[in-house]
Nanobody
């Protein structure tokens, strides 16, 4: 089994920054992808960003390009989401997820393992 634990959420003013952290433990795979999703109240869970653990290639949803950066620390088995220029519409619960393989999927159903989520609230 894989355990994913997120941290770093909180309350921030519009235009501010936060860094989310997701620490992975347990079973590992030869190739896998780690991603961030988010879910706002009353909305579906949506893809935010993904990173290939082996190659470091990344993918972002259009609404966060240029503002968010996903990265990983292989030695610490940790993935980060640096969020800058935060907007009110970024308010959501942010989830870390993992799937085996190399495809940077944007579909939540492709991911086998999920963290418990961390709340990000952007205020005006």
């Amino acid at each position: 089994q894989v355990q994913l634990v997120e941290s770093g959420g909180g309350l921030v003013q519009s235009g501010g920054s936060l860094r989310l952290t997701c620490a992975a433990s347990g079973r590992t795979f030869s190739t896998y992808v780690m991603s961030w999703f988010r879910q706002a109240p009353g909305k579906d869970r949506e893809f935010v960003a993904a990173i290939s653990w082996t190659t470091g290639s990344t993918s972002y949803t259009d609404s966060v390009k240029g503002r968010f950066t996903i990265s990983r620390d292989i030695a610490k088995n940790t993935v980060y989401l640096e969020m800058n220029s935060l907007k009110l519409e970024d308010t959501a619960i942010y989830y870390c997820a993992m799937t085996s393989g190399a495809v940077l999927s944007k579909r939540p159903g492709r991911y086998d393992y999920w963290g418990q989520g961390t709340q990000v609230t952007v205020s005006s």
